[in-house]
């Protein structure tokens, strides 16, 4: 099987600092299909406009940006400029990044991570949104088939993009063998002094935007009692993303205090030890299509508070404390009980190792290529 893929979340040259789940999700499958000789890989990526790629770049390359080229795609309905020489490269594309053309003569899976760029508008950038949405609209019923990572999400896309449910498949996210692998112990330490965290601590990671709900997570650690937060700090890592300044505020204010830690470039490396360094991980999202995180967590032998609402109930099962994002109190009250409680910290933990073994992004790969197969 000769497989085109979409790679503008992983290209080095246009992303800087460690890939968003989109480019975890891209970079997995890229990785298992390789390995496991599943499909030979041509990646594809979207140029910037006045960006140029470096030599070292191999990746195959449309001809103009994504923008221009959808919107040439949905005025004059004629397939990619590029699907001509794509057509005697690959057998089937897949777009893993809402980025979704129309190809000559070639069969497109796209994958629709969630449908928060239509449905809650409240918390996508504002810049270009209707052209944006129009765009996706457009592009998403183009796609022959379309892989949703959560059962939660389908009604969501099926109402957002007016897609045919029949045309939707199911694939969980997964996990690499590598998050199951404990660090030394020294190692851990190590990593921790670099970044000055001397503290246990509570740890979320995510691009900082507005339904990752950082303002009660703020308000839920503040809520603590004094002898908590002298004992855990709050460790935050992720990009400001968009429509957090009130956020960022408390985040600094905390941060006179010495309360919390904030940290934008932390390295993959780095990162495996930041979760198993810590004592909680806190991710009470709004909305999720899947929750990556959650997994690597669980992953890391690290008890989880999460929501229970839209597809983290379906990816934490009974692994993590679920509570209601929107209740402040209800946060603050989980987050003193997985301190305290060592009974449900330990069954917690033991849980959620199991559930990482049970979602592996190899199970993703090889379900990911029966639906290739079904247009093939």
């Known amino acids: 099987m000769r497989l085109g893929i979409g790679t503008n979340t992983i290209e080095p040259h246009l992303c800087h600092g460690p890939s968003d789940g989109i480019?975890?999700?891209?970079?997995?499958?890229?990785?298992?299909?390789?390995?496991?000789?599943?499909?030979?890989?041509?990646?594809?990526?979207?140029?910037?406009?006045?960006?140029?790629?470096?030599?070292?770049?191999?990746?195959?390359?449309?001809?103009?940006?994504?923008?221009?080229?959808?919107?040439?795609?949905?005025?004059?309905?004629?397939?990619?400029?590029?699907?001509?020489?794509?057509?005697?490269?690959?057998?089937?594309?897949?777009?893993?990044?809402?980025?979704?053309?129309?190809?000559?003569?070639?069969?497109?899976?796209?994958?629709?991570?969630?449908?928060?760029q239509l449905n809650s508008l409240e918390w996508v950038r504002d810049q270009a949104r209707a052209y944006k949405n129009w765009v996706l609209r457009a592009a998403a019923l183009r796609a022959d088939l379309v892989i949703a990572i959560s059962e939660a999400a389908v009604p969501d896309l099926v109402e957002a993009y007016g897609i045919d449910q029949a045309k939707i498949r199911v694939i969980h996210n997964g996990i690499s063998q590598e998050w199951l692998e404990s660090l030394a112990k020294n190692h851990i330490e190590q990593i921790l002094k670099k970044y000055g965290l001397t503290r246990n601590y509570i740890l979320f990671v995510g691009t900082f935007q507005p339904r990752?709900?950082?303002?009660?997570?703020?308000?839920?650690?503040?809520?603590?009692?004094?002898?908590?937060?002298?004992?855990?700090?709050?460790?935050?890592?992720?990009?400001?993303?968009?429509?957090?300044?009130?956020?960022?505020?408390?985040?600094r204010s905390l941060e006179v205090r010495g309360e919390c830690c904030w940290l934008k470039n932390v390295p993959s490396g780095d990162l495996k030890a930041l979760y198993q360094g810590a004592s909680l991980f806190l991710f009470p999202s709004l909305l999720e299509g899947f929750g990556i995180p959650v997994l690597e967590a669980f992953a890391s032998r690290v008890p989880v508070i999460t929501s229970n609402i839209t597809a983290l109930p379906e990816v934490a099962g009974d692994a993590a404390l679920l509570v209601d994002p929107y209740n402040v109190d209800e946060i603050t009250y989980g987050i003193e009980r997985v301190l305290v409680d060592t009974k449900l910290r330990s069954q917690l933990i033991d849980k959620g190792c199991e559930r990482a073994k049970e979602l592996s992004w190899q199970r993703s790969a090889e379900k990911t290529i029966e639906v290739y197969k079904e247009l093939l």
């Open 23 to 116: 480019g975890v999700y891209t970079r997995e499958l890229i990785r298992h299909f390789t390995a496991e000789r599943m499909a030979s890989v041509t990646p594809v990526y979207f140029p910037k406009l006045l960006q140029w790629a470096p030599g070292s770049v191999r990746s195959d390359k449309f001809f103009l940006p994504y923008p221009v080229l959808a919107t040439l795609t949905n005025l004059c309905d004629f397939p990619f400029w590029f699907s001509a020489a794509l057509v005697e490269k690959i057998d089937l594309y897949h777009a893993t990044d809402y980025r979704i053309p129309r190809l000559n003569k070639i069969p497109v899976v796209a994958t629709l991570h969630d449908a928060v």
């Open 212 to 251: 990752k709900n950082l303002g009660r997570i703020l308000s839920a650690y503040e809520a603590l009692p004094s002898d908590f937060r002298r004992e855990f700090s709050l460790v935050l890592v992720g990009q400001e993303g968009w429509k957090v300044d009130n956020e960022v505020a408390q985040i």
